[in-house]
């Protein structure tokens, strides 16, 4: 796996377009806050477009080429002024990076276009890593932790070093492995969706995998997984609590964890 780094050391205080997501947006906005922090904390300026939409990757996993195309292209022009593109999420920067072209093939100025952009578009972990050289510095967490690698933030963005090495500098934080850290946990977009029990039976393995662990929190980089997993966990009875990779990085872990109440 090769992460993702830039081609040239970046400018300055770089100007950095935030791209939220569609379930950060809806389902957890502490994460997106715990995002702009740190990258406010690394030293970029920080905007958060007002008009960026779905990054279009239901629709193209579904088949549906010709809506993925249109969102593309919005995206495209929304994120297109920035030094940067950042999420917090791997699967849609994946989206963005690997299958904007694919969706564009039809169109080579717009699949142009979009190469362009996916050379500045970044995993959060990677780019505070691998782009901004950031290290988090007064964070304290006396807590047990493992952490699950998403399968696109891992397969098609090389991140894997990058959240570990971050959340090694959090004092008092102790990362134990996890059994099957890069195996699906079964929620994929559409996939839980359409194959429900399959998805049930995945995330349970994956489930019964953090138990063994013996960690107090589980951590990952994709709401999308992380909502799945801590929904099993929850109707399993389980005490582990789980939260966003940023969401400690920031410390903004005083917050109900996913899944919990207010």
């Known amino acids: 796996m090769t992460p993702h780094r830039a081609t040239a050391a970046p400018p300055p205080s770089p100007r950095v377009g935030l791209f939220v997501t569609c379930l950060v947006d809806a389902m957890r906005p502490s994460v997106g806050f715990a995002a702009l922090k740190l990258l406010r904390e690394a ?3 920080v905007e958060v ?49 690997s299958h904007y072209p694919e969706a564009l093939a039809d169109d080579p100025p717009w699949a142009e276009r979009a190469r362009r952009l996916a050379g500045r578009s970044f995993e959060l972990t990677s780019f505070l890593a691998d782009v901004m050289h950031f290290a988090p510095a007064g964070r304290e967490l006396a807590a047990s932790a493992t952490y699950h690698d998403s399968c696109s933030g891992l397969r098609e963005l090389g991140v894997f070093a990058q959240p570990r090495a971050l959340l090694g500098q959090v004092a008092g934080l102790e990362l134990r492995p996890l059994e099957g850290q890069d195996v699906c946990c079964g929620f994929g977009g559409t996939f839980c969706v359409k ?10 393995d994956k ?19 992380l909502m799945n997993m801590a929904g099993k966990l929850g109707r399993n009875g389980s005490k582990v609590r789980v939260f966003h990779t940023a969401e400690v990085l920031a410390g903004l872990d005083g917050t109900p964890a996913i899944g919990e109440g207010e």
């Open 49 to 97: 477009p007002r008009a960026q939409t779905c990054c279009g990757q239901p629709a193209f996993n579904s088949g549906g080429s010709a809506d993925a195309a249109v969102l593309a292209r919005h995206f495209i022009e929304t994120f297109e002024p920035y030094d940067y593109v950042v999420a917090p999420s791997g699967s849609c920067i994946g989206m963005t990076r």
């Open 43 to 45: 030293g970029c300026r």
């Open 195 to 204: 194959y429900p029990a399959i998805s049930n039976a995945v995330v349970g």
């Open 207 to 225: 489930a019964a995998a953090v138990e063994r662990s013996g960690a107090q929190l589980l951590l990952g980089g994709d709401l999308g997984c």
